[in-house]
Antibody, heavy 122, light 107 residues
């Protein structure tokens, strides 16, 4: 079955960047959308953006549009999320998740990565 | 953006009883709504999508209903493993948005 495995925890200073990876195994990488979401400590879920590797198209939540890059490498079946200009408010667990429907960039999301903790602190 | 509002914030129910969770959208999302369950320290799990379709492997005690702006998740007979936080999510329009969650706790 499809599995998503994310890279490990990160600690960053304010103003820096972070790049998180999400390796997909057990399925056809290019056919399904990958979303990135985050969850601040004790808070709810926030959708950040997504990519459909089949077409290379991306969509972003307006809050992140200026400092978020989402890419996909079909050769390694890995999606990436890079966020710039980090502040302490970006401290959260970051998740990647796969869409249910082929060739659709949007949710619903049926397979999730294990989450990557990103802590931003001076 | 579409605002999703869940109620109640916390629901206390005894094992074996029925739980009903609500989700309201600020504008119509048609049937483009999903429900997720999240337990502490775990990633969310998809329960229901397209408002009423159970995801693969989800027990029949979970059911979803509604369309437009009003949606309901019903758990017919609560098991111990069902006590968790539940989120609704609309995917009708960008940006994708979630409700703030309903915590289902043991009474």
């Amino acid at each position: 079955q499809v599995q998503l495995v994310q890279s490990g925890a990160e600690v960053r200073k304010p103003g820096s960047s972070v790049k998180v990876s999400c390796k997909v195994s057990g399925g056809t990488f290019r056919n399904f959308g990958i979303s990135w979401l985050r969850q601040a400590p004790g808070q709810g879920l926030e959708w950040m953006g997504g990519i459909l590797p089949l077409f290379g198209t991306t969509n972003f939540a307006q809050n992140f549009q200026d400092r978020l890059t989402i890419t996909a490498d079909e050769f390694t079946s890995t999606a990436y999320m890079e966020m710039r200009s980090l502040t302490s408010d970006d401290t959260a667990v970051y998740y990647c998740a796969k869409g249910v429907h082929p060739a659709a960039a949007r949710p619903p999301l049926d397979v999730w990565g294990q989450g990557t903790m990103v802590a931003v602190s001076s | 953006e579409i605002v999703m509002t869940q109620s109640p914030a916390t629901l206390s129910v005894s094992p074996g009883e029925r739980a009903t969770l609500s989700c309201r959208a600020s504008q119509s999302v048609s049937s483009n709504l999903a429900w997720y369950q999240q337990k502490p320290g775990q990633a969310p799990r998809l329960l229901i999508y397209d408002a009423s379709t159970r995801a693969t492997g989800i027990p029949a005690r979970f059911s979803g209903s509604g369309s437009g702006t009003e949606f309901t998740l019903t758990i017919s007979s609560l098991q111990s493993e069902d006590f968790a936080v539940y989120y609704c999510q609309q995917f009708n329009d960008w940006p994708i948005t979630f409700g703030q969650g309903t915590r289902l706790e043991i009474k």
